[in-house]
């Protein structure tokens, strides 16, 4: 088994996308049984909360169906029990180094770093913006990334 857990902010936006997304991934590769996945935040403002209404509206367009999933806080017993933590950008990343264990720092990356285009390090927070559909297809790239690294190491 392999347990993949995307971090964003809210847990509203980007990582239930994200979890959403390489779910549908993984269904459609005949992977699913191999698999726990989840997604967590690093703040606590939304926990408890459904995804974004935009967020559940672009993966829907897509065929992915995230409503059911509730946000939470990301906590430090997730490094012992997650052997990928997918931050979605650099301050995500840093909160998260600052709850790391001692010795947990190799489950954490950045999730672009598993990206087809090298350059950009952040996916940008829709919150504000709006720029769902933007977020999507690069959280979807990212995670065809992701997906060739487990295979290649684990699977
Ligand atoms: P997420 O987006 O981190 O992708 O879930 C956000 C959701 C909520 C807020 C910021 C970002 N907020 O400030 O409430």
């Given at each position: 088994m392999?347990?993949?857990?995307?971090?964003?902010?809210?847990?509203i936006c980007?990582?239930?996308?994200?979890e959403?997304?390489?779910?549908?991934?993984?269904?459609?590769?005949?992977?699913?049984d191999?698999?726990?996945?989840d997604s967590?935040g690093?703040?606590?403002?939304?926990?408890?909360s459904?995804?974004?209404?935009?967020?559940?509206?672009?993966?829907?367009?897509?065929g992915?169906d995230?409503?059911?999933l509730?946000?939470?806080?990301?906590r430090?017993?997730?490094?012992?029990?997650?052997d990928?933590?997918?931050?979605?950008?650099q301050?995500?990343?840093?909160?998260?180094?600052?709850i790391?264990?001692?010795?947990?720092?190799?489950?954490?990356?950045?999730?672009?770093?598993?990206?087809?285009?090298?350059?950009?390090?952040?996916?940008p927070?829709?919150y504000?913006?709006g720029?769902?559909d933007?977020?999507?297809?690069?959280?979807?790239?990212?995670?065809?990334g992701?997906?060739?690294?487990?295979?290649?190491?684990?699977l």
């Amino acid at each position: 088994m392999v347990s993949v857990l995307f971090v964003c902010l809210g847990n509203i936006c980007r990582s239930p996308t994200a979890e959403g997304i390489f779910r549908d991934l993984i269904e459609r590769e005949g992977l699913a049984d191999h698999f726990t996945i989840d997604s967590a935040g690093t703040a606590a403002y939304h926990v408890g909360s459904p995804p974004d209404s935009r967020a559940q509206a672009e993966t829907k367009r897509h065929g992915i169906d995230i409503g059911g999933l509730r946000a939470r806080q990301a906590r430090h017993l997730d490094f012992t029990q997650f052997d990928y933590i997918l931050a979605m950008d650099q301050e995500n990343h840093r909160n998260l180094m600052a709850i790391c264990p001692p010795g947990g720092e190799h489950r954490l990356h950045l999730f672009l770093d598993f990206a087809s285009n090298p350059g950009r390090r952040d996916v940008p927070d829709p919150y504000y913006d709006g720029r769902f559909d933007a977020v999507f297809d690069l959280i979807e790239d990212a995670a065809k990334g992701l997906l060739a690294d487990i295979r290649a190491k684990h699977l």
